[in-house]
């Protein structure tokens, strides 16, 4: 679930970045946007702030992006809304997509079709056609109706009023997979735990061949001084998104903001493998041993193993990624602090 909201997160990006500018397309930024219970937006709309509200009409398209995203009003064509919150009380022509913890559809809300990753996943309203949701609980209340088929992944709580006109299915790969040759077998289960296993070892092998003294440095600040790492990580976590934000409201800052919101994945990515190598590190010097290689391995292998345990996994990754991106980010500012010190004698 978590690589789905990242990738949902950079289609919106790239989106935002490469979409045409047609003269019909409006952009608000700011700390709240919102869309008066009166006011019309001729066009689609792009969002990012905070938060955005539309109270009014958006004739068009909305594309979101904010810590929580609330449609009171109408929206006349598909709305797309990466957030902490998505809740949609009003009424949507099109197509709801959504990625974010939380993805209400109110009662007496209604959409033309949903399609929706998150945390929770909440129907109480009425969707027309057809609903695909990936969440850790999908719920459907005593006044939802769903006129089409509905698709989930996770666990469903569905009221016994609530109606589904078309199936009702769970995404698994444990059945065939439809192929030109007539049905294949499904991949197995730890196919993408491993694909994934893979493809960190190889950014992680990367990074130690580039970066060798850089990452013995980021491995010894993540062991001798773990809290203070995962304090700064907790820091970066929370505090890059917000003052990517804040650069957001003026109308140049937006590029810059995207750029950086891009960026910050990528230094997410990064931290998340340092911190699997720190922890493979330290697991080495209980064994008095010593070899970066084997320490990244170590490290992978034991996040992947434990990442399979039922929240226990999730609440490790989390710990590895903070204290990576911390680790990451005190020695990278140490090597800055360094250069500007040497610089005085250098221009003497």
Do not use: C
């Not at 003269?23 to 955005?52: H, K, N, S, W």
């Not at 203070?228 to 937006?254: C, D, E, F, H, N």
């Not at 230094?267 to 493979?280: I, M, T």
């Amino acid at each position: 679930m978590r690589r789905v909201l990242a990738l949902m997160a950079v289609v919106v990006v790239v989106l935002s970045l490469f979409s045409g500018v047609a003269a019909a397309q409006e952009t608000r930024t700011g700390e709240a946007v919102i869309v008066g219970e009166d006011e019309t937006v001729d066009g689609d709309l792009r969002a990012f702030g905070g938060t955005v509200v539309v109270q009014g009409t958006v004739d068009g398209d909305l594309t979101a992006f904010g810590g929580d995203v609330l449609i009171e009003g109408e929206v006349t064509d598909d709305a797309e809304a990466f957030a902490g919150n998505v809740r949609v009380a009003g009424d949507v022509g099109g197509e709801v997509g959504a990625a974010a913890g939380n993805v209400t559809i109110g009662e007496g809300a209604s959409v033309g079709a949903l399609s929706a990753a998150g945390g929770n996943v909440a129907i109480e309203g009425e969707v027309v056609g057809d609903v695909e949701a990936a969440a850790g609980s999908v719920s459907l209340g005593p006044e939802a109706a769903v006129g089409g088929d509905l698709s989930y992944g996770g666990e469903l709580n569905q009221h016994p009023d609530a109606e589904v006109a078309g199936s009702v299915s769970e995404e698994s790969t444990s059945g065939p997979v439809p192929g030109p040759i007539g049905e294949l077998p499904a991949p197995p289960t730890w196919l993408g735990p491993l694909y994934w296993l893979l493809v960190n070892l190889v950014l992680g092998a990367i990074l130690l061949a580039a970066f060798p003294w850089f990452s013995g440095d980021l491995a010894r600040t993540a062991r001798e001084a773990a809290p203070k790492s995962g304090g700064v990580g907790a820091l970066a976590l929370v505090g890059i998104p917000i003052a990517l934000g804040l650069v957001a409201v003026t109308v140049v800052g937006i590029p810059l903001s995207l750029a950086g919101f891009l960026l910050f994945l990528v230094l997410l990515w990064v931290g998340s493998v340092y911190g699997r190598f720190a922890l493979g590190a330290w697991l080495l010097s209980l064994a008095d041993a010593e070899n970066r290689w084997v320490a990244l391995v170590v490290g992978l292998v034991v996040v992947a193993l434990v990442g399979s345990i039922p929240f226990l996994g999730g609440l490790v990754e989390l710990l590895v990624l903070l204290l990576g991106l911390g680790a990451l980010v005190l020695v990278l500012y140490g090597r800055y602090d360094d250069a500007r010190a040497r610089e005085p004698s250098a221009t003497a």
